[in-house]
């Protein structure tokens, strides 16, 4: 009896510091491994960063579009009050969104006319293509999501799947609004870009069909109170 006095407390220790040590090592490994994702996501998208950069070169017209459109759809994001995850989710998307048209064919990139129906059947092929690109890298899952839903239009007439409304990623959402924005205040081969305010009343007119309401009115609104947000074609935004 008097042994198992002794040995008692003796054994609660040795186990109790034996478990403490288990969790103190799970719990360092999980740090590690969370700074390494941290570490890998910021390479890859520097990587990613730099073929996009690569396209941009390409094409000089579309120099800054992927910077513009993080600019506008982060301030979007934010007037809507969505989480700091999602708004870094939605800068990274929009970084990359046109990282796809690395398989469209230059004669279609920097065509100076009216795309042929088969030409736009190419070029139609990019958010999908976006998505089959960055899909290896599973911790971009959200990315990949928004990437591949950037050209879906609200009313379900969009591409590449046709989905509608709530079904679209609000990030997807976002950055169309966005995307369509600088896009046609933007200098393209094709056209002159349009005026801060024309291409405001093209969204508006879109609103509900291409567009969700609740995003253009936002943006509409951030545009009229604040002279700074616009970003003429060609100027660049802060970096990611
Ligand atoms: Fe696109
Ligand atoms: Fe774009």
């Known amino acids: 009896m008097d042994l198992v006095i002794y040995i008692l407390p003796i054994a609660t220790f040795f186990i109790g510091s034996f478990i403490g040590y288990r969790i103190y090592r799970k719990e360092e490994r999980l740090r590690h491994r969370r700074v390494w994702m941290r570490f890998e996501r910021r390479n890859v998208m520097r990587t990613i960063n730099s073929l996009v950069s690569a396209i941009d070169f390409k094409d000089k017209q579309t120099r800054n579009h992927s910077d513009n459109v993080r600019h506008y759809a982060t301030a979007i994001a934010q007037e809507m009050g969505l989480s700091q995850a999602q708004i870094g989710t939605i800068k990274e998307a929009c970084q990359v969104h046109d990282l796809g048209k690395i398989g469209v064919h230059d004669n279609i990139l920097t065509k100076p006319g009216k795309l042929t ?7 139609k092929l990019h958010s999908l293509a976006g998505a089959v690109i960055l ?21 379900g ?37 349009v005026s801060k305010e024309e291409a405001l009343a093209e969204l508006e007119a879109f609103s509900g069909t291409q567009f969700d309401p609740k995003v253009v009115e936002v943006f509409v609104k951030l545009m009229k109170v604040n002279d700074d947000l616009f970003k003429k074609a060609g100027e660049s935004s802060d970096v990611l």
């Open 117 to 123: 129906e088969s030409e736009f059947k190419e070029m």
């Open 135 to 155: 899909k290896p890298f599973h911790f971009l899952d959200k990315v990949v999501l928004i990437v591949r839903q950037h050209h879906e239009r609200y009313d």
């Open 157 to 193: 007439l969009g591409y590449p799947d046709g989905i509608k409304g709530d079904k679209i990623d609000i990030g997807a959402r976002i950055m169309s609004v966005a995307d369509s924005f600088d896009a046609m205040t933007s200098k393209r081969p094709y056209r002159e870009p």
